[in-house]
Each structure stands twice: as structure tokens, then as C-alpha cells.
């Protein structure tokens, strides 16, 4: 479990989280949203100790994130996909970089060949295992970053707005794997502006003005955002809603309903 | 006047066993005076294509002028880089939107003027120069960085997604900036975010593997993506519009806004 103890963080512009009360626990699939600047990262830098609350503590399977002697066992449990894709690769080419960390868990080589394989093909991104990492776009980027997380195959994963240059074929098959991943057991925290991509998640909160604002299930927190009218919802909830329909998250689903009524 | 792009081929790693060719050979021209929206998947050749535009890179062969000249950035064309707010450094937002003026031997007075001008063309006030940017929130940071580049005043500017990361309400606001401000800039759109460029682009461009598939206008575009496997290259509402379609509903399929695709379905089921 991933617990967040009455945390307080600030930096000189002023508090950036206060009061903030979370467990994520094992296997559990929870869905970040926020406008820019309410904290979803500064959240995602706390739960693996890449930042330190100013009050209260963050514990990952009960090891306080201040404790730096076991801050490598945190890293080992909880893997980031950073949201700037150019700030995570180490290697000089894609293949470098995914052994890196592969390396340093100590894995023997046909192990560390397996697991690349797998991921890169997971990912469709087989081509690009021999790419100098400096001539990839920003999307195949954050597609390395990816896979050079799940490699690791952490308990936890925490995507930091991992598609956001993705292009749609992609985004669904990393939707698809994640989705995939957390049924075996991996938890996932997945911070986004896109509502879309959160229809899978177990949980969804929002961070607003340094606190969390909304807490449930996704049909619970997009109805309460939709009334508010303050931010996006996923489209097929939105035309559910607009036309008296249960609401539903999905376009299958809209679908369907839309087809009972004809 | 226009970008001329001609048999332009682009090589990555040549001569090695890793060799990618990322264009091969395409020929377009992006007339002035309309926003040109870019689409593709990942590896596809559109981020090689910009840097090639902006003149940041050669092409391997074939030849790119701009309006008769060859790309020069900060000159003739600018580009707007993924994630640009992070490429600030200086210790306030004036010290680095000056940067790129002070090549241009501009007077203090001048610089300080063509900086508010664009300031206010961005919807920010002037109060925020003298702010660090490490204080800012992104998305003011990202319309900073717009401003930074619009100072240059080019002819051409190239947005390589400029909405990544942003929340939905500052998307929205740069979207409409980006509107206003062609009418004067020749732009050219890369984004995933295929409502964005929909809603922006007059033509739209598809690469695939190196090579153009689609280009034309954004109509023919909403025609032709519905007649692509899986509907991958329509924006989410249009897909929805497309499945209703083949599912027997009488539906606009141009329509691309979400109270008008609400509406499209309301008539059609009054009707049934």
C-alpha cells in the first residue's frame, strides 16, 4: 500500500498540497485529474521519494519515503513514467536504456533479453530497440519511457501523463496493457487531463486548489464534474447525459443505449 | 509564397545497421496564409518533417524553401518545441523572451515594445515579466513560450503539439489564440489531439511510415478518415457520428462539435 499521512508540501509561491489523506492500495487502479499547477505531479514526485513532505509522511508498503536507506526498495516497488519525456532515458539507444535498470536489479542477460522482447512487442515498438534515443520523437520518447518502466515490472506504476504524444493506435494498445497489467496484480496511478483515458480505473480523485476535491468511482466523480461544469468528462458520458440517457463511459456502451431507443 | 518541399528523403543513422529512413520522398507545398494541420502515428516522419521546416536539420536528399529561401529559424520560420517551457533558464520571463531578440539589433525600446505587443496577443500581462519562470504554472509558462516565439514574428510557425500536458482550460485558451493570430501567421499544426486539429486546420496532411496519404481539405479529411480500418484517424465524436451512420442513424458526419453531435442525435431520433 502507497499511504499519504496528513501530507503538507509547499514551495516559496505558497502550499501546493495540504491535508492530503490517500491509500492506494495493492493492485488497485487509481485515476489522478487536476487542472495545471494543483499538484498531480508534485503528488507523483512524493510517492517514491523524489520529493519529501514538508508535514505528515509517505509510507510504500509501510517504509517512510524519508527513510534513505531503503529509498532504492521504494524505487524497486514503485516505478514513474514522467510526464517530460525527455527528462527519464539514461542510455544512448533504446536497448541501453532498458537495460540499465534491468542491470541493476542484477537479472542474468537471457532474462534481460526476455523481458525487452516482451515489452517492446507489448508496446509495438520492436523497431525502435536499435534508435539513438536523441533522433525519436517525443511520443516514441514517452513509448521508451514506458517500457523501460515496465520492464522493471514493479508493484506499482505511476504514470505522470504518459500519452500525451502519443498518437490514438498507440494510446489504446498502452490503455490495453495497462489495463492488462493492473488485472495482474500491478497497481496503477495514472495522472491525466484526458478523461478518456480514465474510463478503466477503479478510482478517481481530483486535486483542486491543494487538496482533493473528489473522491469515487469514475461514474460518481464524472457526474459531480459534469454538474460543475469545471472540467472535461469523457465524451460518451457527456452525450449520455445531454440526451437523458444513463450515462454510460464508454462509445460501445453510448451505442448500445443510443440503438435500444431507435 | 509558400513552403516548397520537394522529393524530400530524411535518413536516420545512415550508413548502419540501424538505418531508418523517416521521409521518403514526399513533395508538398503549404501556401501562406493557412493553418495546416499534420497527422500521423508515432515513427510516422512528422516531428522530422517540422525540424526539417524550422531549417534545424538538412534533408538527406530533395530540397525545402521557404517563400523562395532556405528555412532559417528565428527568420523566416519559427517553431514552437514539444514541452517549450522547459527550455526556459533565465531568472525572470523577460531575460529569456529577449534571448532571441537581441540577435536582431533591435533598441531597448523597440524590444520592450514588440514583447508587450505579443504579451497581449497571448492574453498575459506585462506584470509577469519580472517573474521566475520556476514560479509559473504551465500553462501560462506555455503560452510564455508561444509569446517567445511570436516576438520573432514569423511568417511560418510550426506548433509541434503544443497542447501537451495542459489542462483543459488552457488547451482551450491557446486553441483560440492560435485561431486569431492565423490570420496574419502561416501555421502549421502537428497534434494527437485530432479534435484540436480538426478544429484549427483548413488542409490536413497524414504521414504514414514516410510517405503522405491524405491531402486536402478538412471535409475530404472527415470523408476519408471514416474510410480508414477502425476509424483511428477521426476525432472521438466524429467516430461516434461514423458508428452511428453504419448502424442505420440518418447523422451529419461533419459536424465536430459536441453540443451539435448532441443535437445530430436528438434529430435523428425524434425522427425514428
Same mark, same amino acid.
Given at each position: 500500500?502507497?499511504?499519504?499521512?496528513?501530507?503538507?508540501?509547499?514551495?516559496?509561491?505558497?502550499?501546493?498540497?495540504?491535508?492530503?489523506?490517500?491509500?492506494?492500495?495493492?493492485?488497485?487502479?487509481?485515476?489522478?485529474?487536476?487542472? &495545471?499547477?494543483?499538484?498531480?505531479?508534485?503528488?507523483?514526485?512524493?510517492?517514491?521519494?523524489?520529493?519529501?513532505?514538508?508535514?505528515?509522511?509517505?509510507?510504500?508498503?509501510?517504509?517512510?519515503?524519508?527513510?534513505?536507506?531503503?529509498?532504492?526498495?521504494?524505487? !524497486?516497488?514503485?516505478?514513474?513514467?514522467?510526464?517530460?519525456?525527455?527528462?527519464?532515458?539514461?542510455?544512448?539507444?533504446?536497448?541501453?536504456?532498458?537495460?540499465?535498470?534491468?542491470?541493476?536489479?542484477?537479472?542474468?542477460?537471457?532474462?534481460?533479453?526476455?523481458?525487452?522482447?516482451?515489452?517492446?512487442?507489448?508496446?509495438?515498438?520492436?523497431?525502435?530497440? !536499435?534508435?539513438?534515443?536523441?533522433?525519436?520523437?517525443?511520443?516514441?520518447?514517452?513509448?521508451?519511457?514506458?517500457?523501460?518502466?515496465?520492464?522493471?515490472?514493479?508493484?506499482?506504476?505511476?504514470?505522470?501523463?504518459?500519452?500525451?504524444?502519443?498518437?490514438?493506435?498507440?494510446?489504446?494498445?498502452?490503455?490495453?496493457?495497462?489495463?492488462?497489467?493492473?488485472?495482474?496484480?500491478?497497481?496503477?496511478?495514472?495522472?491525466?487531463?484526458?478523461?478518456?483515458?480514465?474510463?478503466?480505473?477503479?478510482?478517481?480523485?481530483?486535486?483542486?486548489?491543494?487538496?482533493?476535491? !473528489? &473522491?469515487?468511482?469514475?461514474?460518481?466523480?464524472?457526474?459531480?464534474?459534469?454538474?460543475?461544469?469545471?472540467?472535461?468528462?469523457?465524451?460518451?458520458?457527456?452525450?449520455?447525459?445531454?440526451?437523458?440517457?444513463?450515462?454510460?463511459?464508454?462509445?460501445?456502451?453510448?451505442?448500445?443505449?443510443?440503438?435500444?431507443?431507435? | 509564397?509558400?513552403?516548397?518541399?520537394?522529393?524530400?528523403?530524411?535518413?536516420?543513422?545512415?550508413?548502419?545497421?540501424?538505418?531508418?529512413?523517416?521521409?521518403?520522398?514526399?513533395?508538398?507545398?503549404?501556401?501562406?496564409?493557412?493553418?495546416?494541420?499534420?497527422?500521423?502515428?508515432?515513427?510516422?516522419?512528422?516531428?522530422?518533417?517540422?525540424?526539417?521546416?524550422?531549417?534545424?536539420?538538412?534533408?538527406?536528399?530533395?530540397?525545402?524553401?521557404?517563400?523562395?529561401?532556405?528555412?532559417?529559424?528565428?527568420? @523566416?520560420?519559427?517553431?514552437?518545441?514539444?514541452?517549450?517551457?522547459?527550455?526556459?533558464?533565465?531568472?525572470?520571463?523577460?531575460?529569456?523572451?529577449?534571448?532571441?531578440?537581441?540577435?536582431?539589433?533591435?533598441?531597448?525600446?523597440?524590444?520592450?515594445?514588440?514583447?508587450?505587443?505579443?504579451?497581449?496577443?497571448?492574453?498575459?500581462?506585462?506584470?509577469?515579466?519580472?517573474?521566475?519562470?520556476?514560479?509559473?504554472?504551465?500553462?501560462?509558462?506555455?503560452?510564455?513560450?508561444?509569446?517567445?516565439?511570436?516576438?520573432?514574428?514569423?511568417?511560418?510557425?510550426?506548433?509541434?503539439?503544443?497542447?501537451?500536458?495542459?489542462?483543459?482550460?488552457?488547451?482551450?485558451?491557446?486553441?483560440?489564440?492560435?485561431?486569431?493570430?492565423?490570420?496574419?501567421?502561416?501555421?502549421?499544426?502537428?497534434?494527437?489531439?485530432?479534435?484540436?486539429?480538426?478544429?484549427?486546420?483548413?488542409?490536413?496532411?497524414?504521414?504514414?511510415?514516410? @510517405?503522405?496519404?491524405? @491531402?486536402?481539405?478538412?471535409?475530404?479529411?472527415?470523408?476519408?478518415?471514416?474510410?480508414?480500418?477502425?476509424?483511428?484517424?477521426?476525432?472521438?465524436? @466524429?467516430?461516434?457520428?461514423?458508428?452511428?451512420?453504419?448502424?442505420?442513424?440518418?447523422?451529419?458526419?461533419?459536424?465536430?462539435?459536441?453540443?451539435?453531435?448532441?443535437?445530430?442525435?436528438?434529430?435523428?431520433?425524434?425522427?425514428?
Amino acid at each position: 500500500m502507497i499511504e499519504f499521512n496528513d501530507i503538507y508540501f509547499s514551495r516559496s509561491t505558497g502550499p501546493v498540497l495540504e491535508g492530503i489523506q490517500l491509500r492506494i492500495k495493492k493492485g488497485e487502479y487509481l485515476g489522478i485529474m487536476g487542472d &495545471n499547477g494543483s499538484g498531480k505531479t508534485t503528488l507523483a514526485r512524493l510517492m517514491t521519494g523524489l520529493l519529501l513532505p514538508e508535514k505528515g509522511d509517505v509510507r510504500v508498503n509501510g517504509i517512510s519515503t524519508g527513510d534513505r536507506n531503503r529509498l532504492l526498495e521504494i524505487r !524497486h516497488s514503485a516505478g514513474t513514467v514522467f510526464q517530460n519525456p525527455d527528462a527519464q532515458a539514461i542510455g544512448e539507444t533504446v536497448e541501453e536504456d532498458l537495460v540499465f535498470g534491468l542491470e541493476n536489479l542484477g537479472l542474468p542477460v537471457p532474462e534481460i533479453n526476455k523481458r525487452i522482447e516482451k515489452y517492446l512487442d507489448l508496446l509495438e515498438i520492436r523497431e525502435l530497440r !536499435h534508435r539513438t534515443i536523441r533522433t525519436l520523437s517525443g511520443g516514441q520518447k514517452q513509448l521508451v519511457n514506458l517500457a523501460a518502466v515496465m520492464v522493471m515490472e514493479p508493484e506499482y506504476i505511476i504514470l505522470d501523463e504518459p500519452v500525451s504524444m502519443v498518437d490514438a493506435g498507440h494510446r489504446r494498445i498502452i490503455l490495453e496493457h495497462i489495463t492488462r497489467l493492473n488485472h495482474e496484480g500491478t497497481a496503477i496511478v495514472h495522472i491525466t487531463h484526458d478523461p478518456d483515458e480514465l474510463t478503466g480505473c477503479h478510482r478517481l480523485i481530483v486535486l483542486s486548489g491543494c487538496r482533493i476535491t !473528489h &473522491n469515487g468511482t469514475p461514474p460518481e466523480v464524472f457526474n459531480q464534474l459534469f454538474v460543475e461544469k469545471k472540467m472535461d468528462v469523457p465524451a460518451p458520458f457527456a452525450i449520455s447525459r445531454e440526451l437523458g440517457l444513463p450515462p454510460v463511459l464508454t462509445t460501445e456502451a453510448l451505442l448500445e443505449e443510443i440503438c435500444q431507443l431507435k | 509564397m509558400s513552403i516548397e518541399i520537394r522529393h524530400v528523403t530524411h535518413i536516420y543513422d545512415a550508413g548502419t545497421p540501424h538505418e531508418t529512413r523517416a521521409l521518403d520522398g514526399i513533395d508538398l507545398t503549404i501556401g501562406k496564409g493557412t493553418v495546416f494541420g499534420l497527422v500521423g502515428g508515432i515513427g510516422s516522419g512528422k516531428s522530422t518533417l517540422a525540424s526539417l521546416m524550422a531549417g534545424l536539420d538538412s534533408p538527406s536528399d530533395g530540397s525545402i524553401t521557404i517563400d523562395g529561401e532556405v528555412p532559417s529559424p528565428g527568420k @523566416n520560420v519559427g517553431i514552437l518545441f514539444q514541452q517549450p517551457e522547459d527550455l526556459f533558464f533565465e531568472r525572470t520571463l523577460f531575460k529569456d523572451m529577449v534571448l532571441g531578440l537581441t540577435h536582431l539589433g533591435l533598441s531597448e525600446e523597440e524590444v520592450e515594445k514588440r514583447i508587450f505587443f505579443t504579451l497581449d496577443q497571448v492574453g498575459l500581462s506585462k506584470q509577469i515579466l519580472s517573474r521566475s519562470p520556476f514560479h509559473l504554472n504551465r500553462g501560462t509558462l506555455r503560452l510564455a513560450a508561444f509569446a517567445s516565439v511570436l516576438v520573432m514574428n514569423p511568417g511560418y510557425l510550426i506548433l509541434d503539439e503544443p497542447t501537451a500536458s495542459l489542462d483543459p482550460g488552457s488547451r482551450k485558451r491557446l486553441v483560440e489564440i492560435i485561431k486569431r493570430i492565423s490570420e496574419d501567421i502561416t501555421i502549421i499544426y502537428i497534434s494527437h489531439r485530432l479534435q484540436e486539429v480538426i478544429e484549427v486546420s483548413d488542409r490536413l496532411v497524414v504521414l504514414d511510415k514516410g @510517405n503522405i496519404t491524405f @491531402n486536402g481539405t478538412r471535409s475530404d479529411y472527415l470523408d476519408w478518415g471514416a474510410g480508414q480500418d477502425g476509424g483511428e484517424y477521426l476525432p472521438i465524436l @466524429n467516430q461516434i457520428l461514423y458508428r452511428l451512420h453504419q448502424l442505420g442513424l440518418d447523422v451529419d458526419l461533419k459536424v465536430t462539435q459536441r453540443e451539435d453531435v448532441v443535437e445530430q442525435i436528438r434529430r435523428t431520433l425524434e425522427r425514428t
